[in-house]
């Protein structure tokens, strides 16, 4: 499996990871030689397996519809690294 | 008196009960012992004062008469993994830095509600990614073990739970918590001759634990011993409606069941487990690890796992996905950090926060997750990989016809030196042979020490069970435990 820098770069962006050219060259035969890898896996019979969806059986729960929390602004804020007005705030995004 | 530093658990909350010692008394000894322990590494965060405030608490309770909760004046070391409120909470990554929560996660409000308290929180892999501990945006975490070759090579403790592994084996808090994806409990437990279980996935509440691949992650103990881990592991689990995956089950009362005979019960042995340049001494724990289950009374049996060479390709592929997936949060919108380039959108802005707040694996194991995910290879890649999944779980339902429990070594070879593999990311990867099919199968799994290797460093037998079954796994751990007579400790150098 080889992995080009043009490969890297391409997931590099559907990933929102900014890359630098020295580091796509870099990344390409390591990602290469991990897929490679990985690829051992098709050697596997599989035309009768179910994928797993879940490890232990386990059913999904629903619960009432009711709110359970809220009037947490402030807590909700904190952490940002920029907020106005009680929002979350970043850079213009419409011209 | 002697140094209560020594102590583990359940000597600690009997101590304290008993009025030997006061918690405070504890707490204060395990304080100093934090901040003597600097040159390991082991905590991003120390947190002395709220050890001091939960010792308190149950200094007061117990002098006003009441019944004092399973861990009351047990301080603890807390993976830097957990949230806990108003205390910072990195996942050792730089892009979490100056993040304080504003919520407690389930796992840590257990333990604070058992009369727990907390030493600081300890560094870890980046995002729980790495066997090594070398991938903390905090630095690496020491062992405290060194070879007995007379050189000083600074070795690791493993991961990613290295920092507990750490403070747990160099008498520095009494247990922590860990989590496990694929082995990060119970490899790290391995390399510093301490025990950990990773129970049944869903026993623990995922809630409020930093996410790294969620169909994987569960959390669990890491102590001295089997009964603490038993007990520190009943504290910690029970049903969170806030996990959609949690277990709706009462929690089992794993500390009074502990029985170590292993009479009527059959240990399987599975034959896929015997991997290429396994060192000796490896092949001969595992050896002795069987005569052990037998004197115990058990009748050992040979089994077959046929699909066990595949674990780790499937993991190194669901694993990433998941990341991929769970990592899309941190964009610098709405916690941690934000790298804002003069003059950049909001796509550059993203794209920057990313590149700079990530570490090195963390970003390649997002990289291969998102390849594996995108458009014309999803099926070739994770839709195969869980196909695996389910072959792998099925190998260990067919075990189960004919044994309990499997008896396994923990990891494939002594600690390592730090250095020696990080340089070689699928070498790094190997680590987890042992570790990684139990956890994609979701079981319950244990690491105990065994022994020691010829380098004076010590050896794990891994214990895996049914899923549900933790007294089973704890039982045979135990019997593994008593027979071993694991006294080994580091010497304080730090």
Not at chain 2, 436 to 443: F, I, K, N, R, Y
């Amino acid at each position: 499996m080889s992995v080009d820098t043009a490969t890297v770069k391409r997931v590099a962006k559907l990933a929102r990871i900014a890359i630098r050219d020295e580091e796509a060259s870099r990344l390409a035969p390591e990602l290469g030689n991990i897929l490679g890898w990985i690829e051992q896996l098709g050697e596997v019979d599989t035309s009768s397996v179910q994928p797993m969806t879940a490890v232990i059986p386990n059913h999904l729960r629903l619960r009432d519809d009711v709110v359970t929390d809220g009037n947490i602004r402030a807590q909700v804020l904190a952490n940002a690294p920029q907020a106005e007005h009680g929002f979350f705030t970043v850079p213009k995004v419409i011209e | 008196m002697s140094d209560l530093t020594d102590l583990g658990i359940r000597q600690i909350r009997d101590g304290v009960a008993g009025g030997d010692f006061s918690a405070r008394e504890v707490a204060e000894a395990f304080n100093a012992a934090v901040a003597a322990a600097k040159p390991l590494n082991a905590f991003i965060v120390e947190t002395p004062d709220h050890a001091l405030a939960a010792a308190d608490k149950v200094d007061q309770a117990r002098a006003a008469g009441d019944t004092l909760p399973s861990m009351a004046g047990v301080p603890i070391g807390m993976k830097d993994l957990f949230c806990t409120r108003g205390v910072q909470t990195t996942a050792a990554s730089h892009i979490l830095e100056g993040f304080k929560p504003e919520y407690e996660s389930t796992v840590s409000q257990k333990l604070w509600d058992a009369g727990a308290g907390m030493l600081g929180k300890l560094n870890l892999d980046q995002f729980a990614m790495g066997s090594s501990n070398e991938t903390s945006y905090f630095g690496n975490v020491i062992s405290p073990w060194r070879r007995n070759d007379g050189g000083n090579a600074l070795l690791a403790p493993g991961g990613s739970s290295g920092g507990s592994a750490a403070v747990v084996a160099g008498r520095i808090a009494p247990g922590a918590t860990g989590t496990d994806t694929g082995g990060s409990i119970r490899q790290p437990a391995a390399f510093v001759g301490i025990s950990g279980i990773k129970p049944t996935y869903g026993r623990c509440s995922r809630w409020g634990t930093i996410a790294f691949a969620s169909s994987l992650d569960q959390a669990g103990p890491m102590a001295r011993d089997v009964r603490d881990c038993a007990i520190m592991l009943e504290a910690m689990s029970g049903f969170d409606p806030k996990d959609a995956t949690s277990l709706d089950l009462p929690v089992p009362q794993w500390d009074a069941g502990l029985n170590a005979s292993m009479a009527g019960k059959r240990v399987g042995i599975p034959r896929e487990y015997r991997v290429d340049k396994m060192p000796e001494e490896i092949e001969a724990l595992w050896q002795q690890g069987i005569a052990w289950m037998r004197d115990a009374g058990a009748e050992i049996v040979e089994v077959s796992l046929p699909h066990t060479r595949y674990a780790l390709p499937a993991y190194y592929i669901i694993a990433p996905a998941e990341a991929s997936s769970n990592l899309a949060r941190y964009d610098g919108v709405r916690f941690g950090q934000r790298d804002l380039p003069e003059g950049a959108n909001l796509q550059d802005m993203y794209a920057a926060t990313r590149e700079a707040g990530f570490g090195d694996e963390v970003k390649r194991r997002i990289l291969i997750g998102t390849y594996v995910l995108s458009a014309g290879f999803y099926d070739a890649y994770f839709t195969q990989a869980s196909k695996v999944r389910a072959l792998i779980a099925q190998d260990f339902e067919r075990a189960w016809e004919s044994c309990d429990v499997l008896l396994t070594p923990t990891a494939p070879s002594a600690a390592f030196a730090l250095g020696e593999k990080s340089a070689d990311p699928l070498a790094m990867y190997l680590n987890d042979v042992f570790t990684v099919p139990s956890s994609l199968a979701g079981l319950p799994a244990m690491s105990v020490p065994g022994g020691l290797d010829k380098a004076g460093l010590p050896l794990g037998l891994q214990v895996i069970g049914r899923a549900l079954d933790e007294q089973g796994v704890l039982n045979a751990a135990l019997a593994i435990e008593e027979r071993a007579g694991f006294t080994a400790r580091p010497e304080r150098w730090w």
